[in-house]
């Protein structure tokens, strides 16, 4: 693999021809061991491979390894077009799979009563030989033609395993058919297996057109997300309206929605009212209406009232285009656990070549007088049983169902290993303002030393330029009351502490926390401090208004718990999970949620820059630490988790920031996202099993291991039956959790 600067350039491709996990494998080794290629990574289910090269090489250079191996590169499909042309690829190929498995099943039937009940007929194999060929070499001729291209690469696929038993059983065949004297001169029969050939071609080409029929379905949610994106608008210019692509849509164009049509790009509303259905970001069914000046977003559905919209995000910076980007690298990615299956995969189809060949040397040995004839139909078995494709869609088909699942859930995956990680996790902290609680908080009482009228607009001017929930339930509850902020200068935010600023006369004020007054020297009355005590017992916020000389008021703000937090909380303390509360606020008013919440643990008056410290703590404790919070304010937090769980709030999802995004603010989602990460590894698990156990259990019995105890042995098309259900059946299996309740 080469090492290449930071230039380096990052692509998804759509791979054509790969058939089996040992495909995916051959896929990314060529490409790995190409010049100029950093990484080459392959999704078998939705045949991608996503490739970091150098910025000198041709993507052509890509192209070519793979066609000489028997694959193909799509170098021209990109974003919607890719994902347009992988739709009509899997159609092409599902239809192609269909016509080859009519056509084999046609031929096949008689060449199979032929060989069951007519064994004795002397023209049988004849017809049987004839009726073969083109089951073999027309509607199976891909196998042998991949297989060559690969055997010239010295690379092995489930191409090689049918090509190989089908080819060796066909040719003995046919020579027994031209000369069966060579072994009745011996005291043997002439046995043709020209119904195992063509049964297997067509159980296999069964097996794949059912694998290819169900793996579409596992995308369906994709699909859903991004048949909200609008394909033509009516734009407005000059007055006129006139119908454009929505590629052809520019930056402050205005843009004609009527009711039942999808916002096409994120913008803002210009002209007129409307009622938004916004469910596919925040999950909230009520439609929410929007007046002029209010943002609007790609994929929302307009209900009723025709309005103009301006145009402010296009293309792939729309919130509906990154979350539909997020879903795809998320369903493209791997978990750690396909590490190990991918090395399996990649050694898988030589070892099963090496144990036929043992198989067969075996009975030669030891097989009795029907030593060839049984070593031959042994060797056949193990090559046809053997399925790398059930390990090569073990994962990925799981991953991309549990990951569509979660975005019609409005939770948003970012990789396979959050998942993982997920079911680690044995500690969750919870955020409380905006998490926990609304994050709309509103003032409550407001207790003034000095006279209101001169000091209000001092305090307005403060607050109006800080970003925080209380500064802005502040600034609402002044401007109700008719003040107007005066003239400041020098305005300065201090984290975890509160605001400043310098007057026209050059006097300072502040607004913040105790520990803000304290840093200023002051200190409340003991009837204001009996009042900020009884606030914050009643779980409100207490801020303060002062100056260098005294404290000017105090304030209760209050906050309210979000719909549905209490029961989010009960869930996950009966799912086993341990919950902490980390809040910058006093440790009264936290004491009092976490009370209200049945939460016994919280740590109070935390700076946003030590909620990282208390994690990294934490994990030193040998604990999986959670972190659930807004995604910005505790970024550091986030990020340093064994899983960071970023709160959505429209437009400011974060989805850079954590592993995991809620689109809504709903804390119910949170124990839905660990069910979710529960169900989709136990789809893992089981597919995983299932693939090894049937390959450990399949292989020894097709090579005979039950013959000395009960005289059974595999016949080679129940062999071919098998290891084309056992992909189908994975992928089944994958396709259970699209029915379950999260």
């Not at 998804?12 to 021809?17: A, R, S």
Request: glycine share 8%; aromatic share 8%; hydrophobic share 45%.
């Amino acid at each position: 693999m080469a090492t290449i600067d930071n230039n380096a350039i990052e692509d998804t491709f759509l791979v054509q021809g790969m058939s089996c996990a040992a495909c995916a494998s051959s896929v990314e080794s060529i490409l790995q061991h190409t010049d100029g290629v950093a990484e080459a990574e392959v999704n078998f289910a939705a045949h991608t491979v996503k490739v970091k090269y150098a910025e000198n090489l041709a993507p052509q250079v890509l192209k070519e390894a793979l066609q000489s191996i028997g694959y193909d590169l799509d170098l021209e499909a990109k974003d919607r077009e890719q994902d347009q042309k992988r739709k009509e690829q899997q159609e092409r190929r599902y239809k192609e799979l269909k016509k080859q498995t009519l056509g084999s099943a046609l031929l096949s039937l008689p060449v199979f009563v032929i060989g069951m009940f007519f064994g004795t007929w002397s023209w049988g194999p004849w017809i049987s030989a004839v009726l073969a060929l083109p089951v073999l070499f027309i509607f199976g001729g891909h196998f042998y033609r991949n297989a060559w291209k690969q055997l010239k690469h010295g690379l092995a696929t489930m191409d090689t395993l049918v090509a190989l038993s089908t080819g060796i059983a066909y040719t003995f065949s046919l020579f027994n058919t031209f000369y069966p004297e060579f072994w009745i001169s011996r005291g043997l029969e002439a046995h043709v297996y020209f119904e195992a050939a063509v049964v297997i071609i067509t159980f296999v080409s069964l097996g794949k057109t059912l694998e290819e029929r169900a793996k579409s379905s596992t995308s369906q949610a994709l699909e859903k997300l991004m048949n909200l994106q609008a394909k033509q608008v009516i734009r407005l210019r000059d007055g006129e309206e006139e119908e454009v692509e929505i590629e052809d849509l520019k930056a402050e164009d205005l843009v004609r929605v009527k009711a039942g049509q999808s916002i096409p790009v994120d913008g803002i509303l210009h002209q007129g009212s409307a009622s938004i259905d916004e469910s596919m970001l925040s999950g909230e069914s009520i439609p929410i209406s929007k007046e002029e000046g209010d943002k609007l977003y790609a994929g929302t559905l307009a209900q009723k009232g025709s309005f103009v919209l301006k145009v402010d995000q296009i293309g792939e910076d729309t919130v509906l285009a990154q979350i539909i980007r997020l879903v795809k690298e998320a369903q493209s990615s791997k978990a750690p656990v396909q590490d190990l299956v991918n090395k399996i995969a990649g050694i898988f189809v030589p070892v099963v070549i090496g144990i036929a060949i043992l198989t067969f040397g075996v009975w030669m040995i030891w097989g009795g007088e029907e030593a060839f004839a049984r070593a031959l139909y042994t060797a056949i078995a193990v090559l046809v049983i053997a399925c790398p494709c059930a390990l090569g869609l073990a994962t990925p088909t799981a991953i991309m169902v549990g990951v569509g699942k979660g975005a019609e859930n409005n939770i948003l995956v970012r990789n396979a290993e959050s998942l993982e990680r997920a079911r680690e996790v044995d500690l969750l902290l919870l955020d409380k303002t905006g998490t926990l609680t609304r994050g709309k908080p509103e003032v409550l009482e407001a207790e003034w030393q000095l006279a209101e009228k001169d000091f209000a607009p001092i305090l307005l001017a403060l607050q109006q330029q800080s970003e925080h929930p209380l500064a802005t339930a502040l600034v609402r509850h002044l401007r109700t009351q008719g003040y107007k902020a005066t003239e400041q200068q020098n305005f300065e935010a201090i984290e975890g502490r509160g605001v400043k600023i310098s007057i026209a006369s050059g006097e300072e004020y502040a607004s913040g926390n105790a520990q803000f007054l304290a840093d200023w020297n002051l200190s409340p009355a003991q009837d204001l401090s009996a009042k900020a005590q009884k606030w914050a017992q009643q779980g409100a916020t207490v801020l303060y208004f002062f100056n260098r000389d005294q404290i000017i008021a105090q304030f209760a703000i209050g906050d309210q718990l979000k719909a549905g937090s209490a029961e989010a909380v009960q869930t996950l303390q009966k799912d086993g999970l341990e919950l902490m509360i980390i809040s910058g606020d006093n440790a009264q008013t936290t004491a009092y949620w976490a009370e209200e919440l049945g939460i016994s643990n919280f740590r109070a008056e935390v700076l946003p820059q030590d909620k990282g410290s208390i994690v990294r703590d934490l994990q030193a404790q040998g604990r999986k630490v959670a972190m659930v919070g807004d995604g910005i304010n505790d970024s550091e937090a986030l990020a340093q988790a064994d899983l960071g769980i970023a709160m959505g709030h429209g437009s400011d999802i974060a989805m850079e920031v954590a592993p995991m995004t809620l689109m809504s603010s709903d804390l119910r989602l949170i124990p839905k996202a660990f069910h979710l990460s529960k169900l989709t590894l136990q789809g893992i698990h089981q597919n995983l099993f299932w693939a090894f156990i049937y390959n450990l259990i399949g292989i020894p019995i097709a090579a005979g291991i039950l013959y000395p105890f009960t005289g059974f042995l595999l016949d080679p098309m129940i062999a071919g039956a098998a290891m084309a259900f056992s992909s189908v059946s994975v992928v089944l299996n994958s396709l259970r959790l699209r029915g379950r309740d999260l």
